[in-house]
């Protein structure tokens, strides 16, 4: 059973930074990629940025510039550092890693959530 524990959500002031952090509880490079969705109230989760097996990386067009998202293989771990955090941040962010299962498609796993609240 493949887990995901996220840690580093909290209340940061406008302009302000936080790291989250999602730790695998297996091999980390086994997945075809592992990343971070956010859920606003009332919507459905969008992905914030993701990064593959072979590190190629994807940002929402929102963060580009303020998130970066990196991976540490012999943690297990990936991680999405937001700088320049703003109030339309403000969302449960959501870790997420993606199988390949071969014939039986793509199966996604899910982090707990984090809240991240950006006020002042």
């Known amino acids: 059973q493949v887990q995901l524990v996220e840690s580093g959500g909290g209340l940061v002031e406008p302009g302000g930074s936080l790291t989250l952090s999602c730790a695998a509880s297996t091999n980390i490079l086994g997945f075809y990629a592992t990343g971070w969705y956010r859920q606003f109230p009332g919507k459905q989760r969008a992905l914030v940025a993701h990064?593959?097996?072979?590190?190629?990386?994807n940002y929402s067009d929102s963060v580009k510039g303020r998130f970066t998202i990196s991976r540490d293989n012999a943690k297990n771990t990936v991680y999405l550092q937001m700088d320049n955090l703003q109030p339309d941040d403000t969302a449960v962010y959501y870790c997420?890693?993606?199988?390949?299962?071969?014939?039986?498609?793509?199966?996604?796993?899910w982090g707990q959530g984090t809240q991240v609240t950006v006020s002042s």
């Open positions: 997420n890693a993606i199988q390949n299962t071969g014939v039986r498609g793509f199966q996604h796993y």
């Open positions: 990064i593959t097996r072979t590190d190629s990386i």
